[in-house]
């Protein structure tokens, strides 16, 4: 797989996950949205570090370290649901 490739996919799943949930496909604290989140931001940091793309890493590993701070938060908390926290969806549905 190429660098390029490893971009496409990164970029794929940071904006498909990123779009799925301005839908209300995915929740924000759902290990669906974490995980492409996750995977996504750190491939594009993988890839930011080999081409040496200083302010895309910025951006990037950022995004992943918040990622990874999202998921060990729902890691922490289970199977319990965390709505009732600032910002979060009602529950899937609107206001």
Same mark, same amino acid.
Request: proline share 1%; glycine share 14%.
């Given at each position: 797989? @190429?660098v390029d490739d490893i971009?496409?996919?990164? $970029?794929?799943?940071?904006?498909?996950?990123?779009?799925?949930?301005?839908?209300? $496909?995915?929740?924000?604290?759902?290990?669906?949205?974490?995980?492409?989140?996750?995977? =996504?931001?750190?491939?594009?940091?993988?890839? $930011?570090?080999?081409? $040496?793309?200083? =302010?895309?890493?910025l951006l990037e590993g @950022?995004?992943?370290?918040?990622?990874?701070? =999202?998921?060990? =938060?729902?890691?922490?908390?289970?199977?319990?649901?965390?709505?009732?926290?600032?910002?979060?969806?009602n529950g899937g549905a609107?206001?």
């Amino acid at each position: 797989m @190429s660098v390029d490739d490893i971009q496409l996919v990164g $970029a794929f799943l940071v904006l498909s996950g990123f779009m799925l949930l301005q839908f209300r $496909a995915l929740h924000e604290r759902r290990y669906p949205y974490l995980l492409m989140n996750f995977v =996504g931001s750190g491939l594009l940091s993988f890839v $930011a570090i080999h081409e $040496a793309l200083w =302010g895309f890493l910025l951006l990037e590993g @950022s995004w992943f370290l918040f990622s990874i701070y =999202g998921l060990v =938060g729902r890691l922490r908390v289970g199977g319990r649901e965390t709505s009732s926290r600032a910002g979060d969806f009602n529950g899937g549905a609107g206001h």
